[in-house]
């Protein structure tokens, strides 16, 4: 199943959902960075999480960065509304033993931090939001900062599962929020429904696509499907990126470079693309 995301809307317009299938990108993120399995889940969570927010935006990107007190340290998500997603961890070889059976992606984040959503949409200065970690559940934190800092009520559910020898087999999530005016009684029946339904992972490992999660949670509440979007794991590095974020470093710095080492070599943190520049660009740079 290619990667993808399902928009849709009751006919009464009071909610809008979206599923999204991120295995093939999360897979993608996993191998470059070298994680963990832990890393890994809490990788594709968040690379979920951060598809969903972005294709809830009209333009521009979204930037996710959970940072707490765990061995992971933080992990930072930007995503589009055109469906391109890039990430990382910050020690991505960080890991945990399983709690009560699952990935303990919370205590890889730790339990006291902070989440910042970043949301530029070309203007002059973007717009950032700051809560603190509400329980280090990637799915938790995000539907908690929607509903407490942007108000808008939400509920979301993240997956995915990775298997030691074939790497990521399953990675996907859904987002599901409230508009006015809310229709109290059919919200709680949706809260009834995500209770009851087995996990999104389960799910998921069970073939559903996003088309079926959306079917499963909204059996018998009328709506429209509004569109489907592929996602991708994309990084908008670039050499010219890199050089501009050289020539901050201002003529001095560059020039102490020069002295010492004559090339700098720099690692996309995302990618992991590799850029050199001689001691002739550098110079021009100066």
């Known amino acids: 199943m290619k990667d993808h995301l399902v928009r849709i809307i009751t006919k009464e317009g009071n909610i809008r959902a979206l ?23 809490a990788l594709g969570r968040a690379l979920t ?13 979204v930037a996710l960065k959970f940072e707490g007190n765990g061995p992971v340290k933080k992990i930072l998500v930007e995503a589009d ?65 929607l509903t407490e800092s942007e108000q808008i009520p ?5 997956g995915t599962y990775i298997d030691p020898e ?12 409230s508009l006015p005016p809310s229709d109290a009684a059919m919200i709680d029946n949706l809260v009834s429904r ?4 087995p996990s999104v992972t389960e799910l998921l490992r069970a073939d559903s696509s996003p088309e079926n999660l959306l079917e499963i949670m909204f059996a ?3 709506y429209d499907i509004l569109g489907t979007q592929e996602l991708n ?38 990618c992991r693309s590799f850029y050199r520049f001689s001691r002739e660009e550098l110079e021009r740079l100066v």
């Open 19 to 41: 599923a999204c299938v991120t295995t093939a990108l999360t897979d993608t993120a996993c191998r470059l960075h070298g994680t963990s399995p832990t890393a890994g889940v």
């Open 49 to 61: 999480g951060g598809a969903l927010m972005g294709a809830i935006q009209k333009n521009g990107r």
């Open 81 to 145: 509304s055109n469906g391109t997603v890039r990430g990382y961890v910050g020690e991505p070889q960080a890991d945990l033993p399983p709690r009560d059976g699952k990935f303990d992606v919370a205590g890889l984040i730790g339990r006291a931090g902070f989440l910042t959503v970043t949301r530029d949409l070309g203007m002059k200065e973007p717009y950032r939001g700051i809560v603190q970690l509400y329980t280090s559940e990637i799915a938790e934190d995000l539907a908690w900062y």
């Open 154 to 158: 939400s509920a979301v559910g993240l």
């Open 166 to 177: 074939k790497g990521v087999t399953v990675s996907g999530g859904f987002l599901i929020q």
């Open 194 to 197: 995500i209770q009851a339904m």
């Open 220 to 222: 018998d509440i009328p």
């Open 233 to 270: 794991f994309q990084c908008t590095c670039s050499k010219e990126r890199m050089e501009r974020a050289l020539i901050t470093l201002g003529p001095e710095e560059i020039r102490q470079i020069i002295a010492e080492q004559e090339t700098a070599d720099i690692i996309c943190e995302f």
